[in-house]
C-alpha cells in the first residue's frame, strides 16, 4: 500500500460526457501528478501540482483539466469524453518538488472505460 | 525527453539473481536513474534510483557504470512476486515528470 488512494477503482460512462477522478495523497506529501496508461500510449505523465499550484504540464488535452485544494487533494476532470479516453489513469505524489531526487509513490489508479 | 534503452523482455528462474540491464546514453552529470515496475493490475512502485554510486535498498541494486551511460538493476533472489514490467527512468534534477518507455517485461519461472 503506497498511501496514496485514488476513487472510484472503476468508471463506465457515455461518448460526451464528464467525469472527475478524485486522488488523495500520501500523508505530507505536498506535489501530486497525473498519469495515463492506455495500450497504444503506454504511460503518460498529464501534469503536476505543488501545494495548489501547476508546476508541469505534459500531454494532456484542453477536455482535461486538473486542480489540487487546499487539503492537497487533487481531482483530474475529463470532458466531452471519446471512445480513446478508456485508459487506467494513474495518481502519484512525492514529498516535495525536487525532480530528480525524489520518488514518486503511486495509487492504484482508476480505470475508465468510455462506451 | 530523455530515453533510455531497455531490452522488450527477459526471463528468469525463482531464487536465482537477475539483472536488468539499461542503457541511458544521452545522461548528463546531474541526470538521476530511476527503477520502477509495474506488476500486473497495479500503478507503478518505485524500486530504486541513484545519481553516481551504486545503491542498495531491502528490494534491489542498482550498479551504475563508470561513465554513467548505463546502470543495472540487480534483483539478489528472484520471487515469483518479483514478475513485472521494470522501467529505467532518467530523470534530471528539475525535472518533474516520469518518461516511461516500454520497459522490460520480467518472466519469473518457479
Known amino acids: 500500500d503506497s498511501g496514496v488512494t485514488q476513487t472510484p477503482k472503476h468508471l463506465i460512462t457515455a461518448t460526451g460526457q464528464r467525469v472527475t477522478l478524485r486522488c488523495s495523497p500520501r500523508?505530507?506529501?505536498?506535489?501530486v501528478y497525473w498519469y495515463q496508461q492506455s495500450l497504444d500510449q503506454g504511460l503518460q505523465f498529464l501534469i503536476q501540482?505543488?501545494?495548489?499550484?501547476?508546476?508541469a504540464k505534459g500531454n494532456i488535452l484542453e477536455r482535461f483539466s486538473a486542480q489540487q485544494f487546499p487539503d492537497l487533494h487533487s481531482e483530474l476532470n475529463l470532458s466531452s469524453l471519446e471512445l480513446g479516453d478508456s485508459a487506467l489513469y494513474f495518481c502519484?505524489?512525492?514529498?516535495?518538488?525536487?525532480?530528480?531526487?525524489?520518488?514518486?509513490?503511486f495509487g492504484p489508479g482508476t480505470r475508465l472505460l468510455v462506451l | 525527453d530523455a530515453k533510455t534503452t531497455q531490452p522488450n523482455s527477459m526471463e528468469s528462474n525463482e531464487e536465482e539473481p537477475v539483472h536488468l540491464p539499461c542503457n541511458h546514453s544521452?545522461?548528463?552529470?546531474?541526470?538521476?536513474i530511476h527503477w520502477y515496475r509495474q506488476l500486473p493490475s497495479q500503478g507503478p512502485e518505485y524500486v530504486i534510483h541513484?545519481?553516481?554510486s551504486n545503491v542498495n535498498n531491502r528490494m534491489a541494486s542498482l550498479a551504475i557504470a563508470e561513465d554513467r551511460k548505463s546502470s543495472t538493476l540487480i534483483l539478489h533472489r528472484a520471487t515469483l512476486r518479483d514478475a513485472a514490467v521494470y522501467y529505467c527512468i532518467q530523470l534530471s534534477q528539475g525535472a518533474q515528470k516520469l518518461v516511461f518507455g516500454q520497459g522490460t517485461r520480467l518472466t519469473i519461472n518457479p
Open positions: 500523508s505530507g506529501d505536498l506535489s
Open positions: 541513484g545519481l553516481t
Open positions: 502519484a505524489s512525492s514529498v516535495s518538488n525536487r525532480g530528480g531526487r525524489e520518488t514518486q509513490y
Open positions: 501540482y505543488y501545494n495548489g499550484e501547476e508546476r
Open positions: 544521452t545522461i548528463s552529470g546531474t541526470d538521476y
